[in-house]
Nanobody
């Protein structure tokens, strides 16, 4: 079992920045990939980006060059640095941890980009 707790959401003006954190606990040794997803009202949940245990990152085209995923060496916390935020980035952001064979989700944190 893996438990995930996200933090760092809030309201920011367009062009601003936020950093989300995802704290993992439990069987963290079994995690091979962690990722961030988001879901806006009326839309499906979509991948924002992910990072593997060896540090390989993948990003959605919509956030490339603006968002950065990183992690600590102990694999206990994953971060999502979000810069140059746009109103269309408004969503609930979820952390995901993948193991074999399970996936675990956090409870989500709201990000609102509005003037």
């Amino acid at each position: 079992q893996v438990q995930l707790v996200e933090s760092g959401g809030g309201t920011v003006q367009p062009g601003g920045s936020l950093r989300l954190s995802c704290a993992a606990s439990g069987s963290i040794f079994s995690i091979n990939t962690m990722g961030w997803y988001r879901q806006a009202p009326g839309k499906e949940r979509e991948l924002v980006g992910s990072i593997t245990r060896v540090g390989i990152t993948v990003y959605a085209d919509s956030v490339k060059g603006r968002f950065t995923i990183s992690r600590d060496n102990a694999w206990t916390t994953v971060y999502l640095q979000m810069n140059s935020l746009k109103p269309e980035d408004t969503a609930v952001y979820y952390c995901l941890a993948r193991t074999i064979p399970n996936s675990y989700w956090g409870q989500g944190t709201q990000v609102t980009v509005s003037s």
